[in-house]
Every structure is written in structure tokens, then in C-alpha cells.
């Protein structure tokens, strides 16, 4: 481990010398043109741009819509913030294609936004299922044991926090090997060519599959346990809206990391290394998030949260929603961090205040199962971090 954080120099032994990281260069142009006068990377950054800008334009009009049609801001501030990992990557993805030298900077930071979003996701669904932090326990005290759950001897309430604990432990772990890539990327130990032991790429690469892996199999694991009761609320699609993009882009990193690592990316006079390494990849990225942008405006439509259409589901609840809050204000609110902190601040703190009253808004107490009897999942509420909802 200590070893990939030493620079080689040029006084090594011939064995060592195996471990220099390769030099390739990202800004050499392509010899011949793919079209006319017109390169592959001009067309990409084109075709890249476009298809990152029409990105953009779908998801900002579904921000302003559930922004402007806020009846039940809780829910919808999580969505906006799932919403925005689109164009970020989007964004991100073209100013690949357009600096590849800073490619290996860039990249990063998109698994870091969907760790956020992921974290987002979780609390949507937690949202879905009562809005209220005290019933919701409640619900998770009394929620019947699984054959994997008696095995390892927990409740329904442990079982949600050990999932609590598995996805916002992705924000974090994504958030460090961010910065540790960029650091060691500066100071000559990363090697972006190179998946020798001996440099910080491997490593980081690891951990960084490892985390996604434990958040992506945590998240599906609380859906397919709760799918009865989240069915109501579409959260197989929106599910699906949200982590398409994400295998699409984690296998095809995978596919072009192993071509990559057996030599099969080789340059031609149409293209060139940071074409073949950065070009095509981050292209059809963007070019798959035109699809999954329409997709998910479908997932996560404003419309069921229309003032008429939410009257109509709560019509036998003693309160109605007579305005809609949040506004446009709720477009900046939406980047704000607040909120993952505190989820992330209470997943850490759960172990050591498991059997107290928390003064967090995901705070839990000493549960009474018998309390869910006069509990129904997914019934109206009125308590919010917003308010009355």
C-alpha cells in the first residue's frame, strides 16, 4: 500500500523501471480528418455539446415545474436534487470531450453526484413511506423479519439503519477518493495509463467500485423488501430512471478500461489516444442521457403533485393542501448540502445513540411495535422538515 505513493525516478533498477508510469501524450491531433476538414474531436465536442445541452434544457423544465408546483416540497426538493445528477454528468462529460488533459480531474467528481443523488433516492423513498422520522421507525420497528434478518438477528429497525449506513457511506467514500485522485494525479502517482499495483489508479479504482457497489446493492435490496408498499408511489421507475444511466456508464468504464489495459485502444490517424480513451465514452454518455432525460421527466413528473390531483389522493384526510410552497426559491435550495450532512451526520452516529431520542430529523426512539397497528404506511401526513405538506 505504501507503495504506489512513491514517485519513480530515473535512478531505479531495471525492475523498478517496470513500474515508471507510461508517458502518453492527450493533446496530439488526429493526421487525418474524419470528415472534410472537420477532426473526430471537433465533431465530438459538437455532438457532445448538443446532445449535453438538450440535457439541460429537459431537466431544467422539470425543475421548474415541481419547483412551481410544489404541494409537498419534502418529496419534491429530493426529487429535484435526483434530477439534477443529469445534466451534471452531462456537463461534466463535455468539458471531458473538450479537455481531455484534464480529463483524469474531471472524472471523479460525476460518481461523487451520484452518490448524492443516490442518497436522495434513499430519502425519497423513506419519504414515500411516512414523512414523519417517529412513524416511520415505528413502521421499520414492526416490519415482519426476513429468513436473512433472523439469521442475523435483526429487527426491522436495525435492518434499516444497516441500509441507512451502506448508502451514505458512498457520499463520503466518493467524496475522499475525489480529492485523493486529483492529489495524486498532481503528484505523479496516480497514472491514468497505467493499472500497475505500484500507482494510486488501481486502488482508487477499487475503492471506488467497492463503495458503489455496497450503496447500489443496499438501495435495491430496501426497494425489493419494501416494493408492496412503495408500489403506490412508481418507485420501480423512478428506480429505474435513475440507475440505468449508472450501469450504462459503469459498464462501459469497465469495457474500456480492460481494452484499455490489453493494449486494444490503440491511435490511428482518425483518432487519437485521448479519442479513444475519453472521446467515445464520454460521447455516448451524453448520448444516452438524451433518452434517459425523457425518461426521467416521465419517473418524476410534477403532475401528481398538481393541487387537484393531490386533493383527489387525500380526499379522506382531515387537511387539504390549499397553496402550493416553495417556489422558485427552491431552485437554489436544491443545491444545498444540508441535508446529505445531516443524513450522513446520523448514519454515523446511530451506533452510539441506537437507544436514544435523536435531536436530528431522522432522530429515533424507543419503538413500540404495537404502536403500527394505529399506523397505515403511506397514508397522508402533515409533518415535514418544510412544514405542513
Known amino acids: 500500500?505504501?507503495?504506489?505513493?512513491?514517485?519513480?525516478?530515473?535512478?531505479?533498477?531495471?525492475?523498478?523501471?517496470?513500474?515508471?508510469?507510461?508517458?502518453?501524450?492527450?493533446?496530439?491531433?488526429?493526421?487525418?480528418?474524419?470528415?472534410?476538414?472537420?477532426?473526430?474531436?471537433?465533431?465530438?465536442?459538437?455532438?457532445?455539446?448538443?446532445?449535453?445541452?438538450?440535457?439541460?434544457?429537459?431537466?431544467?423544465?422539470?425543475?421548474?415545474?415541481?419547483?412551481?408546483?410544489?404541494?409537498?416540497?419534502?418529496?419534491?426538493l429530493k426529487i429535484m436534487k435526483i434530477a439534477l445528477f443529469f445534466p451534471i454528468l452531462a456537463i461534466l462529460s463535455f468539458l471531458a470531450v473538450t479537455f481531455p488533459t484534464a480529463a483524469v480531474y474531471i472524472d471523479p467528481w460525476g460518481v461523487y453526484t451520484e452518490a448524492i443523488a443516490l442518497g436522495s433516492f434513499f430519502l425519497l423513498l423513506c419519504e414515500f413511506i411516512s414523512p414523519s422520522s417517529h412513524q416511520r421507525d415505528v413502521f421499520f420497528a414492526a416490519l415482519p423479519t426476513t429468513s436473512e434478518s433472523r439469521k442475523?438477528?435483526?429487527?426491522?429497525?436495525?435492518?434499516?439503519?444497516?441500509?441507512?449506513?451502506?448508502?451514505?457511506?458512498?457520499?463520503?467514500?466518493?467524496?475522499?477518493?475525489?480529492i485523493f485522485t486529483d492529489i495524486t494525479e498532481a503528484a505523479g502517482v496516480y497514472c491514468q495509463f497505467s493499472c500497475n499495483a505500484h500507482f494510486a489508479k488501481l486502488w482508487l479504482t477499487i475503492a471506488t467500485y467497492v463503495s458503489t457497489g455496497v450503496a447500489v446493492i443496499a438501495i435495491f435490496r430496501f426497494y425489493g423488501r419494501l416494493k408492496k408498499q412503495l408500489a403506490p408511489c412508481g418507485a420501480l421507475k423512478k428506480l429505474l430512471a435513475f440507475k440505468i444511466v449508472v450501469f450504462l456508464t459503469t459498464i462501459e468504464g469497465i469495457i474500456f478500461n480492460i481494452l484499455d489495459s490489453a493494449g486494444k485502444l490503440e491511435p490511428t490517424a482518425v483518432l487519437t489516444r485521448a479519442d479513444l480513451l475519453y472521446g467515445i465514452p464520454k460521447l455516448l454518455t451524453c448520448l444516452e442521457l438524451i433518452p434517459l432525460s425523457l425518461f426521467l421527466v416521465y419517473?418524476?413528473?410534477?403532475?401528481?403533485?398538481?393541487?387537484?390531483?393531490?386533493?383527489?389522493?387525500?380526499?379522506?384526510?382531515?387537511?387539504?393542501?390549499?397553496?402550493y410552497s416553495g417556489g422558485?426559491?427552491?431552485?437554489?435550495?436544491?443545491?444545498?448540502?444540508?441535508?446529505?450532512?445531516?443524513?450522513?451526520?446520523?448514519?454515523?452516529?446511530?451506533?452510539?445513540?441506537?437507544?436514544?431520542?435523536?435531536?436530528?430529523?431522522?432522530?429515533?426512539?424507543?419503538?413500540?411495535?404495537?404502536?403500527?397497528?394505529?399506523?397505515?404506511?403511506?397514508?397522508?401526513?402533515?409533518?415535514?422538515?418544510?412544514?405542513?405538506?
Request: proline share 5%; net charge neutral; glycine share 4%.
Open 328 to 389: 422558485l426559491s427552491m431552485l437554489i435550495t436544491m443545491w444545498s448540502p444540508v441535508e446529505t450532512i445531516q443524513a450522513i451526520g446520523f448514519a454515523f452516529s446511530m451506533n452510539k445513540q441506537k437507544n436514544q431520542r435523536l435531536s436530528s430529523p431522522y432522530s429515533s426512539t424507543a419503538y413500540d411495535a404495537q404502536a403500527y397497528s394505529a399506523y397505515t404506511p403511506l397514508a397522508p401526513q402533515t409533518e415535514g422538515r418544510w412544514g405542513q405538506v
Open 1 to 76: 500500500m505504501v507503495g504506489f505513493l512513491h514517485r519513480p525516478s530515473d535512478h531505479q533498477s531495471d525492475d523498478s523501471s517496470k513500474t515508471v508510469c507510461p508517458v502518453v501524450s492527450l493533446a496530439e491531433n488526429a493526421t487525418q480528418p474524419l470528415f472534410g476538414n472537420m477532426t473526430f474531436y471537433e465533431f465530438n465536442k459538437i455532438l457532445s455539446g448538443a446532445s449535453a445541452a438538450f440535457v439541460v434544457v429537459v431537466i431544467s423544465f422539470l425543475l421548474v415545474m415541481h419547483a412551481t408546483h410544489a404541494s409537498k416540497p419534502n418529496e419534491q
Open 299 to 323: 419517473a418524476y413528473s410534477y403532475r401528481p403533485y398538481l393541487l387537484e390531483n393531490v386533493r383527489r389522493r387525500e380526499e379522506e384526510s382531515a387537511e387539504y393542501i390549499t397553496a
Open 152 to 178: 442475523s438477528n435483526k429487527n426491522g429497525l436495525e435492518w434499516f439503519r444497516l441500509q441507512w449506513i451502506l448508502i451514505f457511506q458512498f457520499p463520503v467514500v466518493t467524496l475522499l477518493l475525489s
